[in-house]
């Protein structure tokens, strides 16, 4: 099982790559510091958890699989909006560093399961 969850963290950081270099070509209408800002915003999502564990779980994971930041990027494209497109692009970067860094998808268990393995595990 350890292999497969390095190989989900190489993954997740070639998806952080991947959204730095499209958001530097989306036209973004954002300053550095902005960009940076609104890279993090994802992790707001934390809040949910004061809603408790399964409430917080869902709310987590709703914002940090690939598929929302990749939504949001098509819908810039689709719509003709290097905003979204931007916002796109750095909340699926956000998604990739999360995953290189072992943060993964979160169970209804508890904050530290996720389906890297346990945070914070040795």
């Known amino acids: 099982m350890k292999d497969v969850i390095v190989w989900q963290r190489v993954e997740g950081g070639l998806v952080f790559a991947t959204g730095l270099v499209i958001f530097s070509q989306t036209g973004a209408p954002l300053p550095w510091w902005g960009a ?3 890279f993090f915003a994802p992790d707001l999502s934390f809040f949910a958890y004061g809603a408790g564990p399964r409430i917080g779980a869902w709310g987590y994971n ?5 598929a929302f930041g990749a939504g949001l990027l098509a819908l810039g494209g689709l719509i003709a909006s290097p905003l979204f497109a931007g916002l796109g692009a750095l ?3 956000h998604s990739g560093f999360d995953r ?3 943060y993964g998808l ?3 268990t508890d904050f530290k399961d996720t389906h890297l393995g346990r945070l914070g595990k040795t």
């Open 91 to 93: 909340w699926l970067a």
């Open 62 to 66: 709703l914002v940090h699989v690939y």
């Open 36 to 38: 940076l800002l609104l």
């Open 106 to 108: 979160k169970a209804s």
């Open 100 to 102: 290189m860094m072992g």
